[in-house]
């Protein structure tokens, strides 16, 4: 059975730093591209931040460059997203998702995990 598990999320205030864990089982996890995305509340998902199934190419929206760092080690099936300098508007609840990179092309998405960005 898969699995994506997130973790990591909680309230944080303004400036402060969080890391959220994304962990696999259940699928080969390095077949899989891996992104984080996000829900602020009353808006639609938004594109984090991805990374190839290697951990050899990074990429971020915009408004996280600097700030966010993904990472993943397929030794232990687990991919995480350091966010650094946290704004308000960073409030969402976060998601990992991932994409196998060969067809047949199956995705799965994480339950999400809520981060609070508040003084």
């Known amino acids: 059975e898969v699995h994506l598990v997130e973790s990591g999320g909680g309230l944080v205030q303004p400036g402060g730093s969080l890391r959220l864990s994304c962990a696999a089982s259940?699928?080969?996890?390095?077949?899989?591209?891996m992104s984080w995305v996000r829900q602020a509340p009353g808006k639609g998902l938004e594109w984090v931040s991805g990374?190839?199934?290697?951990?050899?190419?990074?990429y971020y929206a915009e408004s996280m460059k600097g700030r966010f760092t993904i990472s993943r080690d397929n030794r232990v099936n687990t991919a995480w997203l350091q966010m650094n300098s946290l704004r308000p508007e960073d409030t969402a609840v976060y998601y990992c998702?991932?994409?196998?990179?060969?067809?047949?092309?199956?995705?799965?998405w994480g339950q999400g995990t809520q981060v609070t960005v508040s003084s």
């Open positions: 998702y991932v994409r196998r990179k060969v067809t047949p092309v199956y995705r799965y």
């Open positions: 259940g699928f080969t996890f390095d077949d899989y591209t």
């Open positions: 990374i190839s199934w290697t951990g050899s190419s990074t």
